[in-house]
């Protein structure tokens, strides 16, 4: 699966900040023709979408379009007038079970089969933001194989479930534990909600601290300025890189001693920090660093 640290949305509509995205360096772009688009530019953005998609250099950035809800039926037009200009993945917002997936996973799999693509290929990432969503996680995480992620969207739930936001979060902390555990149970990333105060770059950092700290693999952004900082939050650094492969060498010399616990500067090591330091390398190697050179 390819490294997603941060996506970047922009509206669907505003051709030049889908050129500014894609020149930033970012995993992940994101075309919005959901919630960041007025109704009466729809048409409007699915076109400057699909033009976007044949003439702008991504470079290495992925291109994703998010559509509209199941719920509302725009989707399948988002779709018809995107999936010719052959996008890397669609974005579902709302998602609230496994059939809604499994009916965008037919259309994208006729899709495939009729431009002689291979079937699968294009990628889906799931936004779970209403209390149906959340309450429906095991099985819209096991709904198609071409799901890679699952999205946690902390402002939509709020007012679905009637709650407040809070600066703490407390009010989505269960939904954004549940979102997490249900990615990695199915083996997908889980990427948490964006950080609304675009001004408040240490408020983003402990934001995205805490969201990788709890398993998430990445984040939303909605502003070139949030890129960096959550791109190197999920990005290990040279002494988390060097701890780690300290800790992996001394657990290979104790097994050869025939020991699985030991001890390291003080501290008892055994098989959960070896996966975690595992993690560590896993996620500097995806990130493209040289770690075992
Ligand atoms: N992607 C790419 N470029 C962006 C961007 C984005 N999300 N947001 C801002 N920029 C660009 C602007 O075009 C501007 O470049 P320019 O001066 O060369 O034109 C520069 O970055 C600075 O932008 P700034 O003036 O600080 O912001 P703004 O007032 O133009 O836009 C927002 C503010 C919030 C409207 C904008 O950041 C945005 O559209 N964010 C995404 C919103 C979205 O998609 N929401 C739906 C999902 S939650
Ligand atoms: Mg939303």
Redo the contacts with the bound molecule.
Sequence with gaps: MRIRRALLFMPGDDRRKIEKGAALGVDSIIMDL??GVALNRKPEARATTAAALREVDFGRAEKLVRVNPFSIHLWKEDMGETVAARPDGYVL??VESAHEIRMVDSYLAAAETRYGWPVGSIRLLA?I?TARGVANLRDIAESASRLDALIF?A??LAGDIGATRTPEGWEVFYARSAVVIHARAAGLQAVDSPFVDLNDLAGLSAETRRALMMGYTGKLAIHPRQVETIQAVFTPDAEQIARAKRLLEAHAAHQAAGKGVFELDGKMVDMPMVRAAENVLARARAAGLDVDG
Aim: hydrophobic share 10%; glycine share 12%.
């Design positions: 959901e919630d917002p709302k936004i933001e969207g402002e939509d």
